[in-house]
């Protein structure tokens, strides 16, 4: 079937749309730090989110950080405080914050919709299509998190590097529509690649709020030192750090099995194609990298003294190895996985 | 076909067909695939799943009250909330009582032994990462957490050695 050039354009143009959107976005969550008098969560103290976790943890256990969380019947919320228990934004600047996001991440799917209808495959097939995926999906992230665990706060902080990807992706990246490389036509794209989207999504927004974590932690640190931080202003918005390590502790939880799902699909797709699972081919040992940084941390985390810091450390390194992986293996190395193309 | 400087000629001779096969017989492509669904399956199975303990110990005091001792250990609980759920429990279990004292008492991290005296013992909080809390040994500080300490206002002996192990089981159970 010839490819559809017309639905290609539109493609392109929702694209470009879903960044200026999520660019506006990012100010009106800034907006809202700067203007907005009640924080939703900055009040939160540790007693009020250690009663909370009874819920919460039944919900990640039921299906992860996208299972729904129960109404909290905490007395606070029943003493008459509306703003706490709601899960949706309130003040002017995060509502608008949060519509555009919403509005940007439907684009952004009808974007990658429209470009494989255009060329009558999965819209992911090489580098301008990976990152437009996997940077929707870390958007998609954000929303859930921002519903399921009141985590609006993160918004400007993930818009931030997907803002930047993007713009690197439409200008630099930009791939015209074509036909997938023969190496990759196969149902296993579908599966391979989709997990290892997801997986990905999940853990830029582990990164950045285990940055966010790591900053305000250290700033909490300097200011019960008694020295000055010249970052305490941004975290008076934000919950206390506890709240930041566990969240990106949920997505990691729910990112790792969904990455090894991926690799162990590749390696069959790769038995399938290259007649081995396993040939160390650089994208592959570096996935395998990935995973076992990725397994330090879950293991840190369960050790006494590793947490926290120390364990968000450990997770920053297993996304610097991600990144590497998805883009250095493909600019700096040849390998079996360099069709993916920049 | 004359090659240039001297190089000799190229002649057309005609073609033969052929065809390159490489055969594999892979009878381990199933157990394989069994493995690693069995292995995917054992990770998201081994994230689903807490490991937690909980001890209740009464023990008679010299006033011939019956004291109730409730210890709370949690091996993995990195996603942190065992301490909600161990208040919860103690309430609980206060709740069933009237007439006696009771202490609770949560264990640190990494104790697997020595609920010995009772109100000894750090916490485990599974949030920020606090090595300061934790001595070479692995055991917790001599702390008891705020929250973590409930003295039932009453409890007889009787029935606190009967309720016990009922409201421990409803609360594992989950």
Not at chain 1, 49 to 63: D, I, N
Not at chain 1, 222 to 231: C, E, K, M
Not at chain 1, 262 to 287: C, F, L, N, Q
Not at chain 1, 291 to 302: G, K, N, Q, S
Request: charged share 15%; proline share 4%; with cysteine.
């Amino acid at each position: 079937m010839p490819i559809n050039a017309a639905l290609a354009d539109i493609s392109n143009g929702l694209l470009l749309t879903t960044v200026i959107l999520y660019a506006v976005a990012m100010l009106c969550y800034a907006c809202d730090f700067a203007f907005a008098r009640h924080r939703v969560m900055a009040g939160i103290t540790e007693a009020e989110v250690a009663r909370k976790q009874v819920p919460e943890l039944v919900a990640v256990g039921a299906g992860g950080p996208a299972a729904p969380v129960k109404e909290d019947l905490t007395p606070a919320s029943a003493a008459g405080e509306p703003p706490r228990s709601s899960r949706w934004p309130s003040g002017f600047w995060l509502r608008l914050a949060f519509s555009l996001t919403c509005t940007g991440v439907v684009l952004h799917v009808a974007a990658i919709l429209t470009r494989g209808l255009a060329e009558h495959r999965v819209p992911w097939g090489n580098m301008y299509e990976f990152i437009g995926a996997f940077t929707c999906m870390a958007v998609l992230v954000l929303v859930a998190a921002s519903v399921f665990y009141r985590a609006y706060y993160t918004g400007l902080f993930v818009l931030l590097p997907v803002v930047f990807g993007l713009g690197i992706d439409l200008t630099w990246v930009y791939t015209p529509v074509g036909s997938l490389v023969p190496a990759l036509q196969s149902y296993w794209i579908a599966i391979h690649v989709t997990a290892m989207i997801v997986a990905i999504g999940l853990f830029i927004f582990g990164a950045v709020v285990t940055t966010l974590y790591l900053l305000a932690d250290r700033s909490q640190r300097r200011l019960a030192a008694g020295q000055s931080s010249w970052s305490a202003g941004i975290w008076e918005h934000l919950p206390v750090p506890a709240v930041l390590d566990r969240l990106s502790y949920r997505a990691v939880l729910f990112g790792f099995p969904v990455w090894t799902f991926g690799v162990m699909a590749g390696a069959i797709w790769a038995d399938h194609a290259w007649g081995r699972y396993w040939g160390w081919d650089p994208k592959e040992t570096w996935s395998f990298i990935t995973w076992v940084v990725y397994a330090m941390f879950l293991h840190a985390r369960a050790t006494a003294g590793w947490r926290g810091r120390r364990a968000g450390w450990i997770q920053l390194a297993g996304f610097v190895c991600l990144m590497f992986n998805v883009i250095g293996v493909n600019l700096w190395i040849t390998g079996l996985h360099s069709y993916a193309g920049v | 076909m004359k090659l240039p400087d001297g190089a000799g000629s190229i002649t057309y001779l005609g073609y033969q067909q052929w065809v390159s096969l490489a055969i594999t017989y892979d009878p381990g492509q199933l157990p394989a695939l069994i493995s690693g669904i069995a292995a995917l399956a054992g990770l998201i199975l081994s994230f689903l799943v807490r490991r937690r303990r909980v001890f209740v110990r009464a023990a008679a005091s010299p006033d011939g009250s019956t004291a109730v001792t409730l210890g709370g250990l949690a091996r993995s609980d990195a996603a942190g909330g065992f301490d909600t759920e161990f208040a919860e429990l103690a309430r609980l279990l206060r709740a069933e009582h009237d007439g006696r004292s009771m202490q609770a008492v949560q264990l640190g991290d990494g104790v697997a032994e020595g609920i010995g005296d009772g109100v000894a013992g750090g916490f485990s909080d599974g949030i920020a990462d606090e090595p300061e809390d934790f001595d070479d040994q692995g055991r917790g500080r001599i702390a008891v957490p705020a929250g973590s300490s409930v003295t039932a206002a009453s409890a007889t002996a009787e029935t606190a050695a009967a309720a016990t192990p009922e409201a421990l089981t409803g609360r594992e159970g989950e």
